[in-house]
C-alpha cells in the first residue's frame, strides 16, 4: 500500500520557520517525483514546490521563492519543505504529493499519490 504521511505542521508566529516533513512507503521512492501543494480554506489547491526523482530539478512557486526549500532523502524516502519567514498568507493545510517518473509538473492532477496533509497557522 503506497502511503505519504506529512508531519511538523503547527502555530508559528510572522517571521517564523517550520519544516514539514514526508514519510513514504510501499513505492520505489527513487523513481517519483514528489511535491508539495497547500489548500487555504476557501480556496482551490496550490503548488508550492517539487522536485525530481534525482533532486536535480526544482521548482518553487513565486510566492515562496527565497522562503521555502525542497529537499528529498531517498535513502530514508523522504521528503522535506523547510519554510522560512512565515506569512499569514501561507496558513493553510500542505500536502505530499507523489507521481512516478522523472517529469516534475506543478499541476496536481499529475500527481497519482497524496498525503492526509498538516495543518500551518502563521499568526500576525
Known amino acids: 500500500q503506497v502511503q505519504l504521511v506529512e508531519s511538523g505542521g503547527g502555530l508559528v508566529q510572522a517571521g517564523g520557520s517550520l519544516r514539514l516533513s514526508c514519510a513514504a512507503s510501499g513505492l520505489t521512492f527513487s523513481r517519483y517525483a514528489l511535491g508539495w501543494f497547500r489548500q487555504a480554506p476557501g480556496k482551490e489547491r496550490e503548488f508550492v514546490a517539487a522536485?525530481?526523482?534525482?533532486?536535480?530539478?526544482?521548482y518553487n512557486t513565486d510566492s515562496v521563492k527565497g522562503r521555502c526549500t525542497i529537499s528529498r532523502d531517498n535513502a530514508k524516502n523522504t521528503v522535506a519543505l523547510q519554510m522560512n519567514s512565515l506569512k499569514p498568507e501561507d496558513t493553510a493545510v500542505y500536502y505530499c504529493?507523489?507521481?512516478?517518473?522523472?517529469?516534475?509538473?506543478?499541476?496536481?492532477?499529475?500527481?497519482?499519490?497524496w498525503g492526509q496533509g498538516t495543518q500551518v497557522t502563521v499568526s500576525s
Open positions: 504529493a507523489a507521481r512516478p517518473g522523472i517529469i516534475v509538473t506543478t499541476e496536481a492532477y499529475e500527481y497519482d499519490t
Open positions: 522536485i525530481s526523482w534525482s533532486g536535480s530539478s526544482i
